[in-house]
Nanobody, 123 residues
Framework: VQLQASGGGLVQAGGSLRLSCSDF????????VGWFRQAPGKERQFVAG????????SYADSVKGRFAISRDIAKNTVSLQMNSLKPEDTAVYYC?????????????????WGQGTQVTVSS
């Protein structure tokens, strides 16, 4: 296993969850890391990305102000803090390592993917 996403679960609307992505082969170094999600019957969509070093973060409009992505370089982990969750946030969430240092919102720009963690938000 190279990437492992964890922290998903069932939460009521308005609640919070914190997802973590662990990198066991140190592929985070020098590369962007992104979080994507995929709901049943829908395409995988970008949620948040963090670029290497000081190149910044980016978010999908639907999660801005509610989600926050962060990176712990020493621990080789990237976290996604999700607050004010809504039922429409329900999906399998994936972390992925980018091909370049700058995060993008396109799945094709990421070449290593974790196995996903289920997030279910009840109304």
């Amino acid at each position: 296993v190279q990437l492992q996403a964890s922290g998903g679960g069932l939460v009521q609307a308005g609640g919070s969850l914190r997802l973590s992505c662990s990198d066991f082969r140190r592929t985070f170094s020098n590369n962007a890391v992104g979080w994507f999600r995929q709901a049943p019957g829908k395409e995988r969509q970008f949620v948040a990305g963090i670029s290497w070093r000081n190149l910044g973060t980016s978010y999908a409009d639907s999660v801005k102000g509610r989600f926050a992505i962060s990176r712990d370089i020493a621990k080789n982990t990237v976290s996604l803090q999700m607050n004010s969750l809504k039922p429409e946030d329900t999906a399998v969430y994936y972390c992925a390592v980018g091909r370049t240092p700058r995060a993008t919102d396109k799945p094709i720009d990421y070449n290593f993917w974790g196995q996903g963690t289920q997030v279910t938000v009840s109304s």
